[in-house]
């Protein structure tokens, strides 16, 4: 990445495209419409799991089901940007946080909101100015999006990060990528991407169960 200081605190974005990881959006061309106007979007689970959390464990990856509405992408706008998606299996709220921490969200328990997560001192005095942060919250998930501009390096090529992580049970999705170039401000993914998000529906296991002897009836028969 161009400018690591301006990402260090999660974007190692580049350890999630090292390890193959399929982008949002490829995922989602691939799955067929569950109903008129909606997609399902199925994440991988890698073999090789992400380290790097404050316990020093590995994060474990896990397959999510979730609906989203299908938000017509423009080739023109699709084919300059990707995010990448992946969902983690957590369990206890300090693992939740850390991995919040590693997309750049933070929980305060006191405001109740979603906050910026800056590595340090010098990374808040150099992002805070150009970082945001939106709340989502969809009824059975909730979570954040962070977008933060990139402001060192050459100015044409600087871009604007994106990054987000929707909490549902022991799911956690999340993902980052590049919604913009700040040389090109009208050709942007954000309203996409914020789209996907705020319609994002996770399925439950039992609800996603083939019909068969074993589960006769699929949750569309319930």
């Keep these: 990445m161009r400018s690591s200081s301006c990402f260090r605190f999660v974007f190692q974005c580049f350890l999630l495209v090292a390890i193959s990881l399929a982008s949002l959006w490829a995922i989602a061309g691939d799955s067929s419409p569950v109903k008129s106007g909606t997609k399902e979007l199925v994440t991988s689970v890698l073999q090789n799991q992400i380290d790097g959390f404050s316990d020093g464990k590995m994060a474990v990856t896990k397959e999510c089901h979730v609906h989203y509405a299908d938000q017509k992408i423009p080739q023109s706008i699709s084919s300059r940007f990707t995010l990448n998606s992946i969902c983690f299996d957590i369990d206890i709220d300090q693992q939740k946080e850390a991995i919040s921490n590693r997309y750049g969200g933070s929980y305060n328990e006191s405001t109740k909101k979603w906050t910026a997560y800056y590595v340090d001192d010098r990374d808040k005095r150099l992002l805070a100015p150009v970082t945001h942060i939106y709340p989502i919250n969809n009824g059975n998930n909730s979570g954040f999006a962070r977008t933060t501009d990139e402001v060192i390096g050459d100015p ?29 401000p009208k050709v942007t993914l954000l ?23 074993a589960n006769p009836a699929s949750a569309t028969d319930q």
């Excluded at 090529?157 to 170039?181: E, I, M, N, P, T």
């Excluded at 309203?191 to 002897?213: H, T």
């Design 156 to 184: 044409d090529q600087r871009v604007r990060f994106f990054s987000y992580c929707l909490f549902h049970g022991s799911d956690a999705l999340c993902g980052d990528g590049q919604v913009l170039k700040l040389r090109d």
């Design 191 to 213: 309203p996409y991407a914020l789209g996907f998000l705020r319609s994002v529906d996770f399925v439950d296991p039992a609800a996603v169960l083939p019909a068969g002897p």
